[in-house]
């Protein structure tokens, strides 16, 4: 089973894999209506994407740090 999880820029994690399952904490499975999981934290459908990232200006981990901490000289 091979599964690859891709980190897109300001937006989702896209998942693609044959055999993919997604569950919940107990355990249960639950149905992949989509392949693409939020990570912005505003998704209506969570734990799926919604397109809300690019409504709120969502922006990834590695764009929020270097516009916050600007190299040193």
Do not use: W
């Not at 999880?5 to 639950?30: C, F, Q, S, T």
């Amino acid at each position: 089973m091979s599964v690859t999880i891709k980190i897109r820029d300001n937006g989702p994690y896209v998942v693609d894999g044959d055999d993919v399952k997604l569950v919940d904490a107990a355990g249960n499975e639950v149905p992949m209506i989509k392949r693409a999981l939020c990570r912005c934290g505003g998704s209506t459908t969570k734990p799926f994407c919604d397109g809300t990232h690019s409504k709120i200006g969502f922006q990834g981990a590695m764009v929020a740090v270097e516009k916050s901490d600007p190299p040193s000289s």
